[in-house]
């Protein structure tokens, strides 16, 4: 990183066959390369009432980046990195690339990437500290847990995500550059799924334990997603944002190894092979967790994730959406969910999983970070504007 100052580049200009992709929510071809073959050309609008990469299709590549802000920026400094910050998602997400992007070429064929951010404690309060929504703050401290400051709350997170780690790592960089004089770098969380194209668009993805995760989620297309997931408008300037929660969690899986496959699945309560409950059907028939064994033993056990994390509350639900990791010594998820309030949501479902789990054998939460993802914004307007004004 530290590219240092593009003077020099200011020249360059956008690719001749770029496209701005459109506002409604389709996907466009992008970039030079628009119309070759494959999905490099595709880019994902990142214009709208909510930020792109939060329920836009899920990616192949997942970055998570955290910056701590200078102590000299002030209001009008957030407001001004707030301009630049659009302007390199607008040129980076549509293949277009920024003004001043020395390498235009690495931006041609985004894959679907999407850039998200959001703002912590820190930066809210350098803009008024009476605007910082109540649960902008550390959560509270579990019993397993085991965190790593390395891994903590930061002021302003930057969320990568596409299909080809290249144009991923290109607007990681430019964004890098661009913050430089704002903000110093505080941690990088990178993760994964299945390669786009291994399988079918749409599949539930599969961890590192080798488990189906993320069959029962809320969904988009359903009435009450919203109410859980987006902050309305008694949100004030955080109406049409949401608030995430972030969790880095390693998995011990040499041990994990070691347990049978039945052992494996009544750990969840379901099947390794396609993700069924173990009370019977397909990977979304609904769990039966008042079945019994013959020995009338619950089929899915007192202590199985699934029965744990499982909310009667429907108001207590949270939009998950994980990425593996691994860096070649350790391995685990980055356990992602959006909600509206992590209070309400994401913490009486930890506070469950942290008193009893099957699964906290082999499982520990090593990092965690709340933000607010900021509103989204439409062609012409400033991303963060409803808080800078
Ligand atoms: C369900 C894995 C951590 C919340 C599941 C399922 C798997 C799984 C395999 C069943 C399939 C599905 O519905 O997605 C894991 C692993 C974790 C982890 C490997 C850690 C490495 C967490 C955490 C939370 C959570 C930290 C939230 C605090 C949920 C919820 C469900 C679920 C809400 C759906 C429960 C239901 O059926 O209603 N998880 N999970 N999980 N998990 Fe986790």
């Known amino acids: 990183l530290g590219l240092g100052s593009a003077a020099g580049f200011t020249a360059l200009r956008p690719n001749p066959g770029s496209a701005v992709p459109s506002d ?15 999905f490099g050309g595709e880019a994902l609008p990142c214009h709208g ?11 192949a590549h997942a970055r998570y980046v955290a910056y701590r802000l200078r102590p000299e920026v002030d209001a009008d400094g957030v407001r001004r990195l707030f301009r630049i910050l659009t302007e390199d998602i607008e040129g980076l997400a549509s293949g277009a690339a920024p003004l001043a ?7 041609a064929r985004p894959s679907r990437l999407s850039v998200t951010v959001g703002v912590g404690a820190g930066l809210v309060d350098r803009v008024d500290p009476s605007r910082r929504p109540e649960w902008l703050k550390p959560l509270p401290a579990f019993a397993e847990d085991r965190l790593d400051d390395r891994y903590g709350d930061g002021d302003l997170l930057i969320l990568l995500q596409a299909d080809d780690p290249l144009p991923l790592a290109h607007a990681a960089r430019m964004i890098h550059r661009d913050l430089t004089g704002f903000a110093e770098h505080h941690w990088t969380q990178q993760g994964f799924r299945q390669a786009r194209g291994s399988e079918a668009d749409g599949t539930t993805m599969r961890n590192l334990m080798g488990q189906v995760d993320g069959t029962v989620n809320p969904h988009p297309d359903e009435e ?14 955080m109406s049409g944002g949401t608030a995430l929660v972030l969790r880095r969690i390693r998995m011990e899986l040499d041990t994990w190894d070691q347990i049978d496959r039945p052992g494996r699945e009544i750990t969840i309560g379901r099947t390794l092979d396609d993700g069924a409950p173990l009370t019977g059907g397909d990977e979304h028939t609904p769990i039966d967790f008042e079945a019994t064994t013959p020995l009338g033993l619950k089929v899915i056990p007192m202590a199985a994730h ?55 054998e082999w499982v520990t939460h090593t990092g965690s970070a709340v933000f607010a993802m900021l509103p989204g914004f439409a062609a012409g307007e400033t991303l963060g504007a409803s808080l800078t004004g």
């Open 101 to 107: 992007d020395p390498e235009p070429e690495l931006a």
């Open 24 to 38: 409604d929510g389709s996907i466009r071809s992008a970039g030079a390369g628009g119309d070759l073959p494959g």
């Open 49 to 59: 009432a909510h930020q792109a990469g939060i329920t836009t299709p899920s990616t």
């Open 306 to 360: 699934a029965r744990r994390a499982h909310s009667t509350d429907p108001d207590e639900r949270i939009f998950r959406r994980a990425v593996n990791y691994d860096d070649g010594t350790e391995a685990g998820l980055l356990f992602a969910c959006y909600q509206r309030d992590p209070y309400r949501q994401f913490v009486p479902i930890q506070q469950r999983l942290d008193e009893m789990d099957m699964l906290n």
């Open 224 to 237: 009450d997603f919203d109410p859980l997931v987006w902050i309305g408008a008694d949100g004030g300037w």
